[in-house]
């Protein structure tokens, strides 16, 4: 399912708890967090969203078209996060939601 924009108050957990991984989920990554929340913040935003990953199913993308308020640094943020927790086995310490399987 794409787009998943989060100011349309879509939210893949959401959804993943709702319809299972019968659907495969594209984006929900809010980028005002991006641009905005702080490192902890933004910790907390994408590995709690990976939990939508679980047994498969997720592109982690944003919601929308990146916009040109996030820097590199930034972005290379996104990335090296997801680059360390989202592979398999998912390992997501204090923000494992283990309701979502």
């Known amino acids: 399912m794409n787009p998943l924009e989060h100011k349309a108050e879509l939210d893949v957990l ?8 019968r659907m495969a989920f594209c984006g929900n990554m809010d980028v005002k967090v991006w641009a ?9 935003v994408v590995l709690t969203k990976l939990n939508a990953a679980k047994g498969g199913g997720l592109i982690f993308q944003s919601d929308h078209s990146v916009p040109d308020t996030i820097s ?3 972005y290379d943020q996104v990335v090296t996060l997801v680059r360390r927790y989202g592979r398999y086995p998912l390992e997501l310490g204090r923000y494992d939601r283990p309701e979502i399987h």
């Open 14 to 21: 959401d959804l993943r708890r709702r319809y299972g991984h």
């Open 72 to 74: 590199a640094q930034r």
């Open 36 to 44: 905005d929340g702080s490192e902890e913040r933004l910790k907390e």
